[in-house]
């Protein structure tokens, strides 16, 4: 993807002076559900994949038993991640799912994803790269879904016989532009890449969402130590600077987060954060186990603190629901039924 030098330069001269600091701040409640921790890749800094022999499938039973629990405490999103095309290279993973009626673990996402909305929380899906077919396949089951482009950069953490393309993650947010699904990306700092690239990062999402408009949210996510990663985890005034470019890159209607067990809210808020992403009261943060998500009620006190109101808000953002074309009849349906979870779906979506 070609970039002009003067809007790289543009980006990087951008501090929190220049953008403003949002009133609002908002989250949404959710279980986290790894389905599986099967990954073709090997990123030096992922602790989430586990090798081949060891990786785990939750069962349809261990899926809706989380659910359940997160309906019960109110929980309005099921975050599905699991690593890339993990059913291509762990052979005990793809016997698994054969042995349960799935040619692929997209078509058991799609059951998982349909349970969900029977059970009454919306899913959210983050399968890494896709092709179209794959993502045809869920999208219409989904609410929202994702990928974190990470970085264009050629960086080493990325490094090993199967490397991360990111070519292959821009194809993925393009097809699901082409497909009209609302979806979530971001950019990892600290990883090898330079300032120059995280501009550049921002700008091919920012020329994604100005081709289809559907990005919702943007994670600026910095790399954190882990016991695969000694790599260091980027500066405060690093993080600042690259919030401060996001936010000032991207629309209005695209909301910028900084995950709050990874970062304190209170060095972001007048860098123009306004989102927090799922914040679980059930389960933890799988891809970043040894961080906790901080209690709605710190949160809360912070941003009241700052003058600043916290609201929870659906894993599909509003503007997704009201506008044509950007939801499926099933997610409709959902969002509609005179039910409890129907009526507390509505109650979000109208701020009360």
Not at 177 to 185: A, I, M, N, S, Y
């Given at each position: 993807m070609e970039f002009k030098q003067r809007e790289v330069r543009e980006l990087l001269s951008v501090t929190p002076e220049d953008v403003e600091t949002n009133s609002e701040l908002t989250y949404a409640k959710n279980v986290f559900i790894p389905l599986t921790t099967a990954c073709k890749y090997t990123c030096t800094y992922c602790t989430y994949?586990?090798?081949?022999?060891?990786?785990?499938?939750?069962?349809?039973?261990?899926?809706?038993?989380?659910?359940?629990?997160?309906?019960?405490?109110?929980?309005?999103?099921?975050?599905?991640?699991?690593?890339?095309?993990?059913?291509?290279?762990?052979?005990?993973?793809?016997?698994?799912?054969?042995?349960?009626?799935?040619?692929?673990?997209?078509?058991?996402?799609?059951?998982?994803?349909?349970?969900?909305?029977?059970?009454?929380?919306?899913?959210?899906?983050?399968?890494?790269?896709?092709?179209?077919?794959?993502?045809?396949?869920?999208?219409?089951?989904?609410?929202?879904?994702?990928?974190?482009?990470?970085?264009v950069a050629e960086v080493k953490a990325h490094a090993g016989i199967r490397k991360k393309n990111p070519e292959q993650r821009l194809n993925t947010l393009r097809i699901?532009?082409?497909?009209?699904?609302?979806?979530?990306?971001?950019?990892?700092?600290?990883i090898g890449e330079t300032e120059e690239d995280r501009a550049k990062s921002l700008l091919a999402i920012r020329e994604m969402n100005e081709r289809y408009g559907h990005i919702q949210e943007v994670i600026i996510q910095p790399v954190v130590e882990n016991i695969r990663w000694r790599g260091g985890t980027p500066s405060l005034d690093s993080m600042r600077r690259v919030v401060s470019m996001a936010r000032y890159c991207l629309p209005p209607e695209v909301s910028v987060q900084v995950p709050p067990n990874l970062a304190s809210i209170r060095n972001f808020l007048d860098c123009g954060i306004d989102d927090l992403g799922g914040i679980s009261p059930v389960t933890i943060d799988h891809i970043n186990p040894d961080y906790a998500w901080p209690a709605l009620q710190e949160l809360?006190?912070?941003?009241?603190?700052?003058?600043?109101?916290?609201?929870?808000?659906?894993?599909?953002?509003?503007?997704?629901?009201?506008?044509?074309?950007?939801?499926?009849?099933?997610?409709?349906?959902?969002?509609?039924?005179?039910?409890?979870?129907?009526?507390?779906?509505?109650?979000?979506?109208?701020?009360?």
């Open positions: 994949f586990d090798p081949p022999g060891k990786a785990s499938l939750l069962s349809p039973t261990e899926v809706k038993e989380v659910v359940k629990k997160g309906i019960k405490l109110g929980c309005t999103e099921a975050l599905f991640t699991f690593g890339d095309d993990p059913d291509d290279r762990y052979v005990e993973i793809y016997r698994k799912l054969n042995e349960w009626g799935h040619e692929s673990i997209h078509t058991y996402l799609e059951e998982m994803c349909e349970m969900c909305l029977e059970e009454g929380i919306l899913p959210h899906s983050n399968p890494g790269d896709q092709t179209r077919e794959q993502m045809e396949k869920v999208a219409r089951v989904n609410a929202s879904m994702g990928v974190m482009l990470e970085t699901a532009g082409e497909l009209k699904v609302p979806f979530t990306t971001g950019i990892l700092v600290g809360d006190s912070i941003a009241t603190d700052m003058g600043v109101s916290l609201k929870e808000r659906l894993p599909i953002y509003d503007r997704f629901v009201k506008e044509e074309g950007w939801i499926s009849s099933e997610i409709k349906q959902a969002i509609e039924a005179r039910n409890v979870s129907g009526e507390r779906y509505r109650r979000i979506l109208a701020g009360v």
